[in-house]
């Protein structure tokens, strides 16, 4: 069974999120509270996420992805204890912390993939197959500044877009507590998302990809009613 999903799952891979775009695919939804012209910050309600611990003996962003999306579309094709097909929906967010625990996994950078679940399933989570050692994570209501951009998300691009974030959150002078906040073993300033919304399928073009930087806002923006947030 486990074969058989991986060579459909390389073919298909991400593809899903495009064939399925002109319908409506769920999103979480969110409020945005702050923006100026290379940035915004969002206010995300409560929400769920099927997530991926992705351990490889390398560090590289396109292939955790890879891999901890394989994971997560067998969970919503059916291999989790009640059978049940979940739809795709978006975005797929890979969270890479820059860990300093010494017994940290590879060369200090952990991957986390996840996947939105809907809120119809808040009630009822189908559980994955143990194999595909997936958790569930529930997120509490809190504030993220993201940075869009287009085109591929890869390897070689994705650490100049997370350095624009945090300069342009530095020059806003509001957010200087939260990049500078160095206390928190896992605040904004050592952890970031890369959200992706299309699918990594050869026949879509560059163009009309949309990708975005989250950063958690941990202590900034409670003017604009961000709470106070503490990473798990
Ligand atoms: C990613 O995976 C490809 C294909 O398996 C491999 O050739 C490449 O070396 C990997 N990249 C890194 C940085 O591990
Ligand atoms: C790392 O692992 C070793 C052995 O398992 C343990 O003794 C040590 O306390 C760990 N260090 C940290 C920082 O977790
Ligand atoms: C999964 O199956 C159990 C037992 O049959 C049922 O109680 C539960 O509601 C189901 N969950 C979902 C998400 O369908
Ligand atoms: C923020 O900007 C100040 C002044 O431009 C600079 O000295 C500081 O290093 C920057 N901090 C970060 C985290 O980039
Ligand atoms: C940071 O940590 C130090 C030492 O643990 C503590 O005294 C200080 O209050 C902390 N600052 C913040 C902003 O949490
Ligand atoms: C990528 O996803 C975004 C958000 O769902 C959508 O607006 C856009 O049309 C998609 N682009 C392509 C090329 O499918």
Redesign the pocket.
């Given at each position: 069974m486990m074969m058989y999903y991986l060579v459909v799952v390389t073919v298909v891979y991400l593809s899903i999120i495009d064939k399925l775009s002109g319908r409506s695919i769920e999103l979480p939804q969110y409020k945005i509270v702050y923006s100026e012209s290379d940035f915004e910050v969002r206010l995300y309600p409560e929400c769920s996420w099927m997530s991926a611990l992705v351990t490889l003996p390398t560090n590289s962003f396109q292939n955790s992805t890879k891999q901890g999306f394989h994971r997560l579309y067998q969970y919503i094709h059916g291999a989790n204890l009640n059978s049940t097909k979940i739809p795709i929906s978006a975005p797929i967010l890979t969270t890479i912390i820059i860990n300093n625990n010494v017994n940290s996994s590879v060369q200090g950078l952990d991957y986390y993939v996840r996947l939105y679940l809907s809120t119809k399933y808040d009630k009822a989570t189908p559980k994955p197959l143990q194999d595909l050692n997936l958790k569930l994570n529930k997120w509490k209501s809190h504030c993220i500044a993201i940075r869009k951009f287009s085109g591929f998300a890869e390897d070689d691009n994705i650490d100049k877009e997370v350095e624009s974030l945090k300069n342009s959150l530095n020059k806003s002078h509001q957010v200087l507590?939260m990049v500078d906040?160095?206390?928190?073993s896992s605040s904004g300033s050592n952890s970031y998302t890369i959200a992706q919304y299309n699918s990594s399928h050869h026949h879509s073009g560059i163009t009309g990809r949309l990708n975005e930087v989250w950063i958690n806002v941990v202590?900034g923006f409670t003017a604009q009613g961000c709470p106070f947030y503490q990473e798990e």
């Open positions: 507590t906040n160095k206390n928190s202590s």
